[in-house]
């Protein structure tokens, strides 16, 4: 009522305002939030790494199957404990006396069977086992899921080293393609330059040039050109295979921490070092170590199977037919009225005529198997430990080299456009200066690249946790 009485005391177009200004504030609303949805994140190597572990459904995978794992184990502690089976039954029986002796005979005055006669019984059965000696049943059994439960985990921290160097492959990747784009941009710039002086002498009637010289540019810059696409098209790929590592949302956006690639190390120990350390830290030797303890028990325990065991028992018996008169006679069991109890010691012995050994021989043949793997695994980890570390020393030196080059043929760009400016010298030294600058440049970079992602691929492949 008050807004109604304010409005019709003022002029109309108040109403016009304050709805028009109304639905300025509701439109802006939802283009700060979608402005706000596509704000660009920086992130580190680090939190990228740490988040593509965290999204990654292969390390829920693995995850999942320790569960599975425990689990085993859980139900072979289990096994130590009592077990209690129990069975309950209710049907129906018939209507009985108790029997009686007239004239020295036997005589049954229980009614004649019909549907009167027909009455129900109930009957409770119970077991309480308690094992006493297995032969290793269950202690190996135990030991053998204990080991599976390490091998599982040491499988998990593989697969954190996995995903660690394949996000920082990427994460290079991207950085060095943007590099690469930089540089392109700098090498255009640099023939932008060359075409104005040329142009600007060219106007002048200078001798030191002529038209042909234009085409020299278009001639030189088609390296720079596709070098460019080249490394749009890469900044591209590996943007979008680091964002699907993470599970950022289309809508988000995000930028490297890094604008430029730099020297992640400055030197290396003695590749002895690193192929020590890799026979020590390898997870995928501990996995292999911890498969083979419990494929070990595993053979144990079915060799364990041939042998009795030996238990304790509580067993009970309830019934109750209501209908049915009860006879108190030990050496008469009557399976519808009762109670008993009682304690007893036991052997149980499963014999299978050849089942048993059969599977250990296929246990023992799974293990052999496993024992050959970790064989040529310990074999070749020496080849590529020593590999990698080769091709780091060889980048290394590498990157020494295209660094000087860079420096030298940017000095030879800087000289060849004065000399140019100045009238002794040529159009095409000037644009050869350039292009060979351009491709120090984008060497060098590459050169940074593959000397970091070889450090990467070298701490993986010793084992190193660097996540």
Same mark, same amino acid.
């Given at each position: 009522?008050?807004?109604?009485?304010?409005?019709?005391?003022?002029?109309?177009?108040?109403?016009?305002?304050?709805?028009?200004?109304?639905?300025?504030?509701?439109?802006?609303?939802?283009?700060?939030?979608?402005?706000?949805?596509?704000?660009?994140?920086?992130?580190?190597l680090?939190?990228?790494?740490?988040?593509?572990?965290?999204?990654?459904?292969?390390?829920?995978?693995?995850? /999942?199957?320790?569960? +599975?794992?425990? /689990?085993?184990?859980?139900?072979?502690?289990?096994?130590?404990?009592?077990?209690?089976? %129990?069975?309950?039954?209710?049907?129906p029986?018939?209507?009985?006396?108790?029997?009686?002796?007239? @004239?020295?005979?036997?005589?049954?005055?229980?009614?004649?069977?019909?549907?009167?006669?027909?009455?129900?019984?109930?009957?409770?059965? +119970?077991?309480?086992?308690?094992?006493?000696?297995?032969?290793g049943?269950? /202690? @190996?059994?135990?030991?053998?899921?204990?080991?599976?439960?390490?091998?599982?985990?040491?499988?998990?921290?593989?697969?954190?080293?996995?995903?660690?160097?394949?996000?920082?492959?990427?994460?290079?990747?991207?950085?060095?393609?943007?590099?690469?784009?930089?540089?392109? @941009?700098?090498?255009?710039?640099?023939?932008?330059?060359?075409?104005?002086n040329?142009?600007?002498? $060219?106007?002048? /009637?200078?001798?030191?040039?002529?038209?042909?010289?234009?085409?020299?540019?278009?001639?030189?810059?088609?390296?720079?050109?596709?070098?460019k696409?080249?490394?749009?098209?890469?900044?591209?790929?590996?943007?979008?295979?680091?964002?699907?590592?993470?599970?950022?949302?289309?809508?988000?956006?995000?930028?490297?921490?890094?604008?430029?690639? %730099?020297?992640?190390?400055?030197?290396?120990?003695?590749?002895?070092?690193?192929?020590?350390?890799?026979?020590?830290k390898r997870?995928?030797?501990?996995?292999?170590?911890?498969?083979?303890?419990?494929?070990?028990?595993?053979?144990?325990?079915?060799?364990?199977?041939?042998?009795?065991?030996?238990?304790?028992?509580?067993?009970?018996?309830?019934?109750?037919?209501?209908?049915?008169?009860?006879?108190?006679?030990? &050496?008469?069991?009557?399976?519808?009225?009762?109670?008993?109890?009682?304690?007893?010691?036991?052997?149980?012995?499963?014999f299978?005529?050849?089942?048993?050994?059969?599977?250990?021989?296929?246990?023992?043949?799974?293990?052999?198997?496993?024992?050959?793997t970790?064989?040529?695994?310990?074999? @070749?980890?020496g080849?590529?430990?020593?590999?990698?570390?080769?091709?780091?020393?060889?980048?290394?030196?590498?990157?020494?080299?295209?660094?000087?080059?860079?420096?030298?043929?940017?000095?030879?760009?800087?000289?060849?456009?004065?000399?140019?400016?100045?009238?002794?010298?040529?159009?095409?030294?000037? $644009?050869?200066?350039?292009?060979? &600058?351009?491709?120090?440049?984008?060497?060098?970079?590459?050169?940074?690249f593959?000397?970091?992602?070889?450090?990467?691929?070298?701490?993986?492949?010793?084992?190193m946790?660097?996540?």
């Open positions: 009522m008050r807004i109604r009485r304010f409005l019709s005391a003022h002029h109309p177009g108040v109403l016009l305002v304050m709805i028009t200004l109304g639905l300025v504030f509701i439109l802006q609303k939802p283009a700060r939030s979608e402005e706000s949805t596509k704000e660009r994140i920086v992130m580190t680090s939190a990228l790494i740490d988040t593509a572990i965290t999204k990654s459904p292969e390390i829920s995978q693995i995850e /999942s199957e320790i569960s +599975m794992a425990k /689990s085993d184990l859980e139900q072979v502690k289990a096994a130590y404990f009592p077990q209690l089976e %129990s069975t309950a039954t209710v049907g029986v018939q209507d009985s006396k108790d029997p009686k002796i007239v @004239n020295g005979i036997i005589t049954d005055p229980s009614p004649v069977l019909s549907t009167s006669s027909i009455g129900i019984f109930g009957r409770v059965d +119970m077991t309480v086992t308690q094992p006493l000696y297995t032969f049943k269950l /202690s @190996n059994r135990k030991d053998a899921a204990d080991r599976g439960i390490k091998a599982k985990e040491f499988e998990l921290e593989q697969k954190n080293g996995q995903i660690a160097l394949r996000v920082k492959e990427l994460y290079y990747a991207l950085v060095l393609a943007r590099n690469g784009v930089e540089a392109a @941009n700098e090498a255009t710039g640099f023939f932008e330059d060359a075409g104005r040329i142009r600007r002498l $060219l106007d002048v /009637s200078s001798p030191n040039v002529k038209e042909g010289d234009l085409y020299l540019i278009d001639a030189y810059q088609a390296d720079t050109i596709r070098s696409a080249e490394a749009e098209k890469g900044a591209r790929v590996a943007y979008y295979a680091l964002k699907s590592m993470i599970g950022m949302p289309p809508d988000r956006e995000f930028d490297p921490a890094d604008r430029t690639l %730099s020297i992640q190390s400055e030197g290396l120990a003695d590749v002895a070092k690193y192929l020590q350390e890799a026979r020590d997870p995928e030797f501990k996995q292999l170590a911890e498969a083979l303890a419990a494929q070990k028990s595993q053979i144990k325990a079915a060799e364990s199977d041939r042998y009795p065991s030996f238990f304790a028992a509580i067993q009970a018996s309830v019934a109750d037919a209501p209908g049915r008169e009860s006879l108190y006679n030990p &050496y008469i069991q009557d399976d519808f009225n009762h109670a008993y109890a009682g304690v007893v010691a036991g052997l149980k012995w499963n299978d005529f050849g089942i048993g050994k059969a599977k250990v021989d296929k246990l023992t043949a799974e293990y052999d198997k496993l024992r050959h970790k064989a040529s695994a310990e074999m @070749n980890i080849i590529q430990v020593t590999n990698i570390y080769e091709e780091h020393l060889e980048w290394k030196k590498s990157l020494d080299s295209y660094q000087k080059a860079m420096v030298a043929s940017r000095k030879w760009v800087l000289a060849s456009m004065a000399d140019f400016n100045m009238g002794v010298g040529t159009a095409e030294e000037m $644009l050869k200066a350039i292009e060979k &600058y351009g491709n120090n440049q984008g060497k060098y970079i590459e050169a940074i593959h000397y970091n992602l070889s450090l990467a691929e070298l701490e993986y492949a010793v084992g946790k660097t996540w």
